[in-house]
RNA sequence: GCGCCCGUAGCUCAGCGGAUAGAGCAGCUGCCUUCUAAGCAGUUGGCCGCAGGUUCGAAUCCUGCCGGGCGCACCA
């Protein structure tokens, strides 16, 4: 049991004895203490009594003895917490010997959909999917460390009008030159060259038409060409997630065709709820507290005027088959935030419908913008979106010249290893460690630098570490993400700067049970970098090395344990984290 | 017009009901014969957009303004 819950546990008998019902002690951390506990406070307006006054008598009742070395009652009415060493030692070799560092495993495991990145075929993949792609990527590691069913969802946009331009340009150029030019990843080459015959040329732009049609008809030679395209820009998404380190893989590639057939049957179950309405030759839902321009309720176009089915109708085929063939309880829309509204209409349409009921339920996890330095969206010099393979070059590129001139010593190998996990790492960590819902600033020197709250610096604490494993003459006991349990000396902390780290890695299980709820990830990365600072201090203020045996014992148990929360932090937000650097 | 997101130090961001609002950068000061100075320690800097309200207590909750961004019927 943590010891924020231990210490509430203890308070909440001595505060209900004093206050005659149940009452929640409050335990917080404290900057005045290890911890405070703020009950009396609320407690004193119920009681008709001065907060200091029902602090005491709770300490007074309260039994801490074998939990704290000092309580006090402090300023208007806190009580403040001291942790007893032995007990900080405990816990810290209870931390050490579990495998999952104190996160408890999901209590009910459930089948959990994530839906993320979400790229274009025949599209490249520029700074619009970084964000789908990197947070539903940690979403995807955290649930499924914590023991849930989880299903990659890759709803690529694979159907729809563009594709009798793309295949009619793709016919043009010849398949093999196409195919060609496609996998060495130049699809904006490509995707233009069809946009400007088709913007310039009325008879391609007949065959294009034509060409949607036979598509849509099922054409076996259309198919064909379309499946080639499909796969080689499959082939090409799975190199940059490669290359970025996300764990998407041809499997999980669920594009929107594949609801093609399940659309006729999905609208013939809406109408027959009696849920669809003809508008204007359009069959649409009217979802309950819609409200569009001048007060008209909103609909979702199910199916549009001129018989076709639009990406709500796609969106309607998905949940449904999500929820009752794949049985998922849980499903998570990595979107951006301005398809808030879009989305909501969904969940409210697929809960009329009775596809979503509880305890199923579904969760847009929206996110903001990236911005270039000027404060708008990013963009390249030319005005146009970012290639995502540009930005990861350019991440890689500068994360490699960075190791050289820091640590002119690692031999070339090494600095391309070290280049690749900072450079991706920092661009994740930068992304990760915002607010989801905000906006952020791209800015590389801030990403990459050594100080503040970026991946840098939580990999160089992790490395500093792995360099004190070299110079003790053996490796740490933990290798993988997870690690195992190190040798099994007994932690004894005692210096103030132990203690600090020593409270913070124990930190490490709450915050992944709140992410796992709220999928906020920059809280992970916020205690990840409260590790890395309190190591930082340690590593200053506590010789591992040259200590007496028994103290230089503890502290590599420590080190260890520091070595892999970080480590295992950093690869559930898809970081890597280098031995050297 | 309606709805959603956001206004916190010069800059980039945490904090989202509790004690004097915290980091990093930028600025100023110290610390490398000692486990990676890619570090640490110190310091300067804030009517938490504005105004009401709820509360013992509000950056945090409610209401109304102001400012910025984004959505709102047949493109995804």
């Given at each position: ?124 993949m520029h700074v619009g999917h970084l964000r789908s792609t990197i947070i539903g990527d940690a979403t995807v590691r955290l649930l499924d460390w914590l023991g849930h069913r989880v299903i990659r969802a890759n709803h690529l946009g694979d159907w729809g009008t563009p594709f009798g331009m793309l295949i009619e340009h793709l016919r043009d150029l ?408």
């Open positions: 049991m943590s010891l924020k819950n231990l210490l509430t546990e203890r308070l909440s008998q001595a505060f209900a004895a004093v206050a005659g019902e149940p009452v929640d002690p409050v335990v917080r951390r404290s900057r005045h203490a290890d911890f405070q506990a703020e009950g009396a406070l609320a407690l004193a307006h119920r009681l008709g009594r001065p907060p200091r006054e029902i602090a005491a008598e709770v300490l007074d009742r309260a039994v801490l003895t074998d939990l704290c070395s000092a309580v006090q009652v402090s300023g208007p009415g806190f009580v403040n917490l001291t942790v007893a060493g032995g007990l900080l030692d405990a816990q810290l070799c209870g931390m050490a010997a579990d495998a999952r560092l104190g996160a408890a495993p999901a209590g009910r495991p459930e089948t959990v959909l994530v839906d993320y990145s979400g790229p274009n075929v025949a599209k490249e010849g398949e093999s030159s196409a195919a060609h030019e496609l996998s060495i990843g130049d699809l904006d080459s490509f995707y233009k060259g069809a946009r400007v015959k088709f913007d310039a040329d009325e008879a391609f732009r007949q065959r294009a038409r034509q060409r949607v049609v036979a598509l849509q008809g099922g054409d076996p030679e259309t198919l064909r060409l379309w499946r080639l395209l499909v796969a080689e820009s499959e082939s090409y998404f799975l190199a940059v997630y490669d290359r970025l380190g996300v764990v998407l893989t041809r499997q999980d590639f669920v594009g929107e065709s594949y609801y093609n057939e399940l659309l006729g049957p999905v609208t013939d179950e809406l109408d027959r709820l009696d849920l669809l309405t003809d508008s204007g030759d359009a069959a649409c839902v009217f979802p309950a507290g819609f409200l569009g321009r001048d007060d008209e309720p909103l609909p979702l176009i199910v199916r549009k005027r001129d018989g076709g089915y639009g990406y709500p109708a796609t969106d309607l085929a998905a949940i449904r088959y999500r929820l009752q063939d794949l049985g998922a309880t849980r499903l998570l829309y990595v979107v951006g935030l301005p398809q808030r509204q879009h989305f909501e209409m969904v969940y409210a349409v697929a809960r009329q419908a009775g596809w979503l009921r509880p305890p199923a339920r579904a969760e847009h996890i929206g996110f903001g913008l990236v911005l270039g330095p000027d404060g708008r969206k990013l963009a390249s010099r030319a005005g146009d979106s970012v290639k995502l393979v540009s930005l990861l070059d350019e991440a890689v590129g500068r994360a490699g010249a960075l190791a050289r001139q820091k640590n002119p010593d690692l031999d070339p190998a090494t600095v391309a290893e070290v280049a690749r996990a900072v450079g991706i790492g920092a661009v994740k960590y930068a992304d990760l460690s915002n607010d989801r819902s905000r906006d952020y600033v791209f800015d590389w020197d801030r990403m990459l630098a050594l100080n503040g709250n970026t991946a840098p610096y939580l990999q160089y604490a992790h490395a500093r570490i792995q360099s004190i494993f070299r110079r003790a003459g053996g490796t740490p006991a933990s290798g993988g993400p997870t690690g195992s349990a190190p040798a099994g000396d007994s932690i004894s902390v005692t210096e103030p700067a132990e203690r600090a780290l020593a409270l913070e890695l124990l930190n490490f299980g709450a915050v992944i049970g709140i992410v796992e709820q709220n999928l906020e990830f920059h809280r992970l990365a916020g205690h990840l970098h409260a590790v890395a600072v309190a190591f930082n201090g340690f590593f200053e203020h506590c010789p591992v090395l040259r200590a007496d045996r028994e103290v230089r014992n503890s502290r590599l148990a420590l080190c260890d344990l520091t070595a892999r929360v970080l480590r295992q932090g950093l690869y559930l937000l898809g970081i890597a984290a280098p031995n050297r650097m």
